[in-house]
C-alpha cells in the first residue's frame, strides 16, 4: 500500500451521481437511448451537459435531485471516438457485459439470451438516470433532462424502468439496504464505516491515484480524467421463494427470523449480527452512525456470529483473513427497487416483476465488480469454503449448501435455489462534465 497522501478531487468536474450519497426515500428511473445519427448523438451530449449536476453542487433549485449519463462502448463508437482513443479503455468494457456472462454467473436463467430486450445488445448507446427524493421532484427533473434528446431524430429512447426506494429504504426481500459504502479519500463524503480508513480517490474515479499507486485513465485525458466506470443491472428477486425457504428451513417465526439474518448478516432492519448476534435492533438497524460501524476478526474469526458465507461478509470481507486484500475489491454499490412489493405473509408468487436495479461504481471493472461476482459471490475458496456461492444472489442450481458455524453441531442448508435472476444489464463510461463537452465537439 501506499504512503498516505492528500487528494483534492476536482469535485467539479464529476458527475454528482458518482459520489453523493442517496436521499431517503427517492424515486428513479433509468431511460436507454440508441444513437442512429453521429450528430444528433453529439448534439445530445452538448444539451445533457447542461442537464448534468457536479458532484459539487450539492444544493440547486430542485433540492436532492440530479441527473446522471453514461455511455457503453457501442455509443462512444456511435459518437465516433476515435479507435485510438476506444483502446483505452478497460477490455472488460469493450467487451460489454453479456460478453462477460460466464464470468459473472449469468448463467441458465441469467443468460443474455433470455435477457430483456434491448440489455446486453449493440442497441444500447445512452443510459441517462434521473434520481429525486419524490415522484413529483422526479418528473421535474425528466422535464429538465427532456430538452437533451427532444426533438433529436437520430436519437431514440429504446427502454425505461421506473425505480422507488421506500421510507425503511427495504428491498424486495425485505432487507434495509444500501448501508454500507466507503469514504473515497478527498471527496468530502464520510463513509458508512468509522472503524474503516477512506480508500484511494483511484478507486473510484479515473485519473488519480488508487491503492496500488496506478492511474487508470482512457486518454485523451480530457476524455478519461474524472469519469468512472459503471455496471446496471435488473435483478429480479424471486420473493415468494425466498420466503418459502425460510419457512421450509425454520422451525417458527423466531427461527425464520434468525435463518434470514444468519444468510444475510444483518436482520431486515438492517441491525448488523456482528452488534446484535440474539435478536434484532431496529433502533440500531436505522442509526447511520453505528449500524455498520463494526469489524471481524477481532470479535468473529471464526464466523460463528455473522457467518463468512453471508451476503455481506462476502461482499465485504472487511479485515477477516481472506485470500487477496479486500480494500483492492471494495465498490461503490447502489441498489433501488422496482416493481410492486409482495404484501407481508405471501408465499405465493403472483407474476409481478420486481427486484433491484443495481449500480456498481468504480474505476476498475475486472478487480472490483468482476472479481467480487465471480470469486466472492459465486466461489467460497476465498474464504475457505470451496466452490459454495452467496446464498441470496449466488448462480445457485439447486445443489449448494450454506453453512452456518454453531457449537456443539453447525447448522447447514441444502438445495439453495436460485433466489435472483438477472433481466440484463450494460457496462458503461459516466465522464467528467468537461468529457461531455469534449464528446459533443467532436468532429468527422
Not at 435531485?65 to 476506444?86: D, R
Request: glycine share 10%.
Amino acid at each position: 500500500m501506499t504512503a498516505p497522501t492528500h487528494v483534492a478531487l476536482e469535485l467539479d468536474d464529476i458527475q454528482r451521481g458518482v459520489l453523493s450519497p442517496r436521499p431517503t426515500p427517492y424515486a428513479a428511473t433509468y431511460i436507454l437511448f440508441r444513437i442512429d445519427d453521429r450528430a444528433h448523438g453529439r448534439e445530445l451530449m452538448r444539451r445533457v451537459r447542461a442537464a448534468v449536476t457536479s458532484a459539487a453542487d450539492t444544493v440547486n433549485p430542485l433540492g436532492e435531485t440530479w441527473v446522471s449519463v453514461a455511455l457503453t462502448f457501442h455509443g462512444l463508437k456511435a459518437l465516433g471516438v476515435p479507435p485510438q482513443a476506444l483502446e483505452t479503455f478497460a477490455w472488460e468494457f469493450r467487451q460489454g457485459m453479456a460478453a462477460r456472462a460466464t464470468a459473472l454467473g449469468d448463467v441458465g436463467e441469467s443468460s443474455p439470451q433470455y435477457w430483456e430486450a434491448p440489455l446486453g445488445t449493440s442497441d444500447v448507446h445512452v443510459v441517462l438516470v434521473a434520481l429525486a427524493p419524490d415522484s413529483a421532484r422526479l418528473d421535474a427533473a425528466i422535464d429538465r433532462a427532456r430538452p437533451a434528446y427532444h426533438r433529436l431524430s437520430g436519437v431514440t429512447a429504446i427502454w425505461r424502468q421506473n425505480c422507488h426506494a421506500l421510507p425503511t429504504e427495504a428491498e424486495p426481500f425485505g432487507y434495509r439496504d444500501g448501508i454500507s459504502h466507503p469514504a473515497v479519500e478527498g471527496s468530502g463524503f464520510a463513509g458508512s464505516n468509522p472503524l474503516a480508513s477512506p480508500l484511494k480517490a483511484g478507486e473510484f474515479v479515473l485519473g488519480y491515484p488508487d491503492e496500488l499507486g496506478g492511474v487508470q485513465a482512457p486518454q485523451p485525458e480530457i476524455l478519461g480524467r474524472n469519469g468512472t466506470y459503471v455496471a446496471f443491472r435488473k435483478l429480479h428477486q424471486r420473493v415468494a421463494a425466498f420466503r418459502q425457504y425460510l419457512r421450509d428451513n425454520s422451525t417458527g417465526p423466531e427461527d425464520e427470523e434468525l435463518l434470514a439474518a444468519k444468510i444475510m448478516g444483518r436482520w431486515r432492519s438492517g441491525a448488523p449480527l456482528a452488534l446484535s448476534p440474539s435478536y434484532d435492533d431496529p433502533d440500531l438497524g436505522a442509526d447511520p452512525r453505528r449500524n455498520n460501524a463494526f469489524l471481524y476478526e477481532r470479535d468473529d474469526p471464526a464466523g460463528f456470529v455473522t457467518p463468512g458465507g453471508c451476503h455481506i461478509r462476502r461482499g465485504n470481507p472487511r479485515d477477516a483473513a481472506v485470500a487477496g486484500e479486500p480494500r483492492l475489491h471494495r465498490m461503490i454499490r447502489r441498489g433501488t427497487a422496482y416493481g410492486p412489493p409482495l404484501p407481508e405473509g405471501v408465499l405465493e408468487d403472483d407474476g409481478a416483476d420486481r427486484g433491484l436495479m443495481f449500480t456498481f461504481i468504480g474505476a476498475h471493472l475486472g478487480r472490483q465488480f468482476e472479481f467480487v461476482q465471480s470469486e466472492w459471490m459465486n466461489d467460497g475458496v476465498f474464504f475457505g469454503a470451496a466452490d459454495t456461492r452467496d446464498p441470496i444472489v449466488g448462480s445457485n442450481d439447486g445443489s449448494g449448501d450454506f453453512t452456518i458455524p454453531r457449537k456443539p453441531l453447525r447448522r447447514r442448508l441444502r438445495a439453495l435455489p436460485r433466489f435472483v435472476i438477472t433481466r440484463g444489464g450494460e457496462y458503461g463510461f459516466m465522464p467528467g462534465l468537461n468529457a461531455l463537452s469534449w464528446l459533443g465537439d467532436l468532429k468527422d
